[in-house]
Nanobody, 120 residues
Framework: VQLQASGGGLVQPGGSLRLSCAAS????????MGWYRQAPGQQRKLVAR???????NYADSVKGRFTISRDNAKNTVYLQMNSLKPEDTAVYYC???????????????WGQGTQVTVSS
């Protein structure tokens, strides 16, 4: 299973970005999907998560500004980020719980990370 994340970049405070993470490979099903971020010198933290049933949860710091969504037909998870702040600057990683054909296990897979920088 391979994950390809995209959509990061440099944006001014108040701006928007949309991250995407597409999974490919021997995929039977994708369960929970999430986005995490890691700022320099800090631990990786959950930003947003969406279950296979569409339930979502967000870090308090992004509630009302970020929206996570998924397209099951495309094995893709998105993160729409609005009203960006300098403190949102970090490397963003997607995380998917994937069951592959021939297995009953739900294994975690991580994307390669995409840099988001919010600065004027």
């Amino acid at each position: 299973v391979q994950l390809q994340a995209s959509g990061g970049g440099l944006v001014q405070p108040g701006g928007s970005l949309r991250l995407s993470c597409a999974a490919s490979g021997n995929i039977f099903s994708i369960n929970a999907m999430g986005w995490y971020r890691q700022a320099p010198g800090q631990q990786r933290k959950l930003v947003a998560r969406i279950t296979s049933g569409g339930s979502t949860n967000y870090a308090d710091s992004v509630k009302g500004r970020f929206t996570i969504s998924r397209d099951n037909a495309k094995n893709t998870v998105y993160l729409q980020m609005n009203s960006l702040k300098p403190e949102d600057t970090a490397v963003y990683y997607c995380n998917l719980g994937v069951t592959v054909y021939g297995s009953d296990a739900d294994n975690d897979y991580w994307g390669q990370g995409t840099q988001v920088t919010v600065s004027s």
